[in-house]
Structures are given as C-alpha cells and as structure tokens.
Antibody, heavy 114, light 112 residues
Framework: EVQLVESGGGLVQPGGSLRLSCAAS????????MSWVRQAPGKGLEWLAN????????NYVDSVKGRFTISRDNAKNSLYLEMNSLRAEDTAVYYC???????WGQGTMVTVSS | DVEMTQSPLSLSVTLGQPASISCRSS???????????LNWFQQRPGQSPRRLIY???HRDSGVPDRFSGSGSGTDFTLKISRVEAEDVGVYYC?????????FGQGTKLEIK
C-alpha cells in the first residue's frame, strides 16, 4: 500500500526551530512533486509549500516564506520541512501529500508554546 | 490569492437522500492547458483528508460512484447521490490552478 509517514513534530518554544520528515513507500517517489499542508486545531486546511520531482523548483505560501524550507532526498524517498522562527500561529497538524493531494500521511502535530 | 467560498458550511442530510456542496472561486480556475484544477477532499472525524475528485470531475480510485464533481470557470459542485453513514465529515474544495493552492472553508456534513 502506498504510504506517507510524517515524523518530527513536538513542542517547541516561540522563535524555535523544528524539522519535519516524511517517509514515502511503495511508489516511485521521484515521479511526483510533493507538498506540505497544515491544519490548525479545529480549523481548515492550508497548503504551505511544494517541491518538484528533482527538488529544483519550490513554492511557498506567504505566511511561511523565509521561515520554512521544503526539501527532499530522492535517494532516501524522503520529504522534509525545516521550520524556523516558529510562532504560536504555526501550531497545527502538518501533513505531507503526494502531488495535488492524492495521498496524505497521518500528520504530525507541532505545538509552539512557551 | 484565489479565494474559495463554500456553501453551505453545514449540512444535515437523511440517510439515502442526496447532498450538494457548492464552491465558488474568486477567479477562473481554467489553466492554460485547458484543465480545471479543482479538487474535492473528504475529512472524516479524526482522520487525514482524502481526495475524492481531481481536475473538476475525475473520481479517485476507490471513491464510490455516488460522489460526483461538476462545474466550470468559477462555480463548482460536489454531489452525493445517496448519503451513507460513512460520509459524515468535512468536505473541502481546493484549487490547484494558481499558486498558492487554496482551500474552501469546509462544509460539515452530518446525518439527520
């Protein structure tokens, strides 16, 4: 079964950093662009960033531009999200997705609080 | 950014009855290649979102044929022909035509 598994979430203080990972399995990772989407508690969905198949093209939503960095390691079938200068409003479940949302992981919770 | 507006925001439907969710975009979602990158997602309670419909009207693998997507330009509709208990959850439209991709606010479907 095609699978995405996120990890790396946790509690971090405002201004801190965190690196999320997403491990892909049972599909050809290099065939797909990948994305990160988040969902604040009790709220809707926000598409954060995407990256093309070879990692040469990246896009970010304004709310995270300059603070978050999306990357991938095709040799490890893995997607990453480096998050810096974290704010309370970044508290959310973070999902990785394949392409335009065809496959989703289970999500990893990030809580930004002192 | 393209604003996606869904209506209604909540829906209470009797089992076996149809349901319809509307989604309107602030600009046309027809891309230069002729495709309309409008998707529909279902999020059951406590679960990750699941895509039901992509490119306006294409059902994802495993999605029951009671779900259908339609529309054009800026007006779109998700229809459920006969609501079942497993359809309870929140439904989101999402446009992938213009970066950043944007979602509607979500429509909560419950059983009456």
């Amino acid at each position: 079964e095609v699978q995405l598994v996120e990890s790396g979430g946790g509690l971090v203080q405002p201004g801190g950093s965190l690196r999320l990972s997403c491990a892909a399995s049972r599909f050809s990772f290099t065939d797909y662009w990948m994305s990160w989407v988040r969902q604040a508690p009790g709220k809707g969905l926000e598409w954060l960033a995407n990256i093309n198949q070879d990692g040469s093209g990246k896009n970010y939503v304004d709310s995270v531009k300059g603070r978050f960095t999306i990357s991938r390691d095709n040799a490890k079938n893995s997607l990453y999200l480096e998050m810096n200068s974290l704010r309370a409003e970044d508290t959310a479940v973070y999902y990785c997705t394949r392409g335009p949302g065809g496959i989703w992981g289970q999500g990893t919770m990030v809580t930004v609080s002192s | 950014d393209v604003e996606m507006t869904q209506s209604p925001l909540s829906l209470s439907v009797t089992l076996g009855q149809p349901a319809s969710i509307s989604c309107r975009s602030s600009q046309s979602l027809v891309y230069s290649d002729g495709n309309t990158y409008l998707n529909w997602f279902q999020q059951r309670p406590g679960q990750s979102p699941r895509r039901l419909i992509y490119k306006l009207s294409h059902r994802d693998s495993g999605v029951p044929d009671r779900f259908s997507g339609s529309g054009s330009g800026t007006d779109f509709t998700l229809k459920i022909s006969r609501v079942e208990a497993e359809d309870v959850g929140v439904y989101y439209c999402m446009q992938g035509t213009v970066w950043p991709n944007t979602f509607g606010q979500g429509t909560k479907l419950e059983i009456k």
